[in-house]
């Protein structure tokens, strides 16, 4: 069986590599070039799938007294209020530790740690409480904002709060007593959603009550996680002061799965102080049914709208399990496949095809899915007479490129080719074949093609013919 699917491409991306740079023969000015307002609706299109999927959805977003203290919650504000309006049930979980620190080096007073842990004595958890409320004055204040002509115009956010959180004491650890430090006992999963469900935006502090009437100074990462779990939270997000996870050589982390994030702190590969206490919360958090847990940066602007609205991100990414599937593409992934063909179309370096025709040969493709959204795909055309096939739109969106998806793809067509007994590959191509070369693929000719092929070709293209032995 035949097809148009007659070329072979990798990316939706204009920017080629500087292998396909150097086969381009239009100048880049004369290239079509999307105007200031289509590229605004090209990405609030894009965003839509975002939108109805987070709203009602309950985020629990964590953050240290830093980002109170040095003026960054200002802008945090903005981001939250697009979130509330969205309809997302937002739920703060804020950090003191610099503010305590402030507090009693004021006082002349020394602050003491077992291990991360710090040991509350009485000053200290005065210090805490007191710290607790300014804070929470200064976030429902700047939560209030609704000026003209600003990102808070027209807001109306209603803050609760309340005695959530139930504590016990950690006691005594490796013979340090550590006082009224304490640990989560429980959350008052249903007071906090009563006020969620009437469109508040619920503050939770580092403190916790006993029964007994006592009040213990907790670790906010733990609160956060916690809360988290009761809630049946969506996403956990820690507004951290790192970018995220680091790799053995400093690189981003960008996605890990439960598994992974064990194995780098078994192997004690999470160096950073910040990382060793947020990393283990947001293990515990999607092993006990939070669905995705983020650890970005507090320090870049507008991050936390980069990381949920973009399949990229700006962090790291922990889930139960990995995100990506690779899987036989069905009818339902008609329109995210022409999402990654119609912009090569458009340029000219893809023969304009029908949908009618993809939904005819929607089993012949593969799609690689990232978190709901494809990011790529390829087809295998076989030429059963010929013991031969054709791969055939291989397309990775440009965020995933250099990530290896081209190759996974590949690997999918051919172990469906040998399934198929098929004992060669062939693709067509005017761009990409440095990318194939480097993949087993060789230069042949018109002449390699099965004969059908060899009638369908377009010697006008001057497509590239590469084969590759099964």
């Known amino acids: 069986m035949t097809t148009q699917y007659g070329e072979t491409f990798i990316s939706i991306q204009k920017k080629q590599t500087q292998a396909s740079q150097d086969a381009e023969k239009q100048p880049t000015a004369a290239r079509p070039r999307l105007s200031a307002q289509d590229r605004f609706i090209d990405w609030f299109q894009s965003v839509a799938p975002y939108i109805h999927a987070f709203r009602g959805k309950v985020f629990v977003i964590a953050f240290g007294g830093e980002v109170v203290a040095d003026g960054r919650f200002f802008h945090l504000t903005h981001d939250l209020n697009l979130l509330a309006a969205l309809g997302v049930k937002l739920v703060l979980v804020h950090g003191s530790r610099p503010q305590i620190e402030a507090k009693l080096k004021a006082q002349k007073l020394r602050s003491r740690f077992a291990g991360k842990l710090r040991i509350t004595d009485g000053p200290a958890l005065e210090a805490a409480m007191e710290v607790a409320g300014k804070l929470r004055v200064q976030i429902e204040a700047l939560l209030s904002m609704g000026l003209p002509n600003s990102p808070m115009a027209g807001a109306h956010i209603r803050v609760a709060g309340g005695n959530f959180v139930t504590a016990r004491p950690i006691g005594v650890v490796d013979g340090v007593d550590l006082m009224h430090t304490g640990e989560v006992r429980k959350i008052d999963s249903v007071a906090i959603e009563r006020r969620l469900k009437d469109d508040d935006l619920v503050v939770v502090p580092p403190l916790g009550y006993s029964p007994t009437g006592e009040v213990f100074n907790l670790a906010m990462g733990d609160v956060a996680a916690a809360t988290a779990v009761a809630l049946k939270a969506d996403k956990l997000i820690f507004l951290m002061e790192s970018a995220g996870v680091a790799g053995s050589r400093g690189e981003l982390l960008r996605e890990l799965t439960v598994r992974e994030a064990q194995g780098l702190l078994s192997k004690g590969r999470v160096q950073s102080e910040e990382m060793q206490a947020y990393l283990p919360a947001a293990v515990r958090a999607c092993e006990q049914g939070v669905g995705r847990t983020h650890l970005i940066s507090g320090h870049l602007d507008d991050s936390l709208l980069l990381e949920l609205f973009t399949h990229k991100g700006v962090g790291t990414l922990l889930t139960p399990d990995p995100i990506e599937t690779l899987r036989h593409a069905k009818i339902d992934d008609i329109g ?54 054709e791969l055939a739109g291989l397309a990775v969106h440009p965020d995933f490129r250099g990530r290896g998806a081209g190759e996974r793809l590949m690997a999918a067509i051919e172990k469906r080719a040998r399934g198929l007994r098929l004992k060669q590959l062939f693709v067509l191509t005017t761009r990409t074949e440095h990318w194939f070369v480097e993949r087993g693929f060789v230069e042949t000719g018109v002449s390699a093609l099965p004969q059908k092929k060899k009638e369908l070709y377009n010697y006008q293209r001057r497509s590239v013919v590469l084969t590759k032995q099964l």
Do not use: Q
């Open 336 to 389: 995210g496949i022409l999402r990654l063909l119609e912009p090569l179309e458009a340029e000219g370096i893809l023969v304009k095809r029908s949908r009618d025709l993809l939904e005819m040969e929607i089993d012949r493709f593969w799609v690689l899915e990232h978190d709901r959204m494809i990011i790529g795909c390829a087809g295998l055309y076989p030429f059963s007479d010929e013991r031969s096939g």
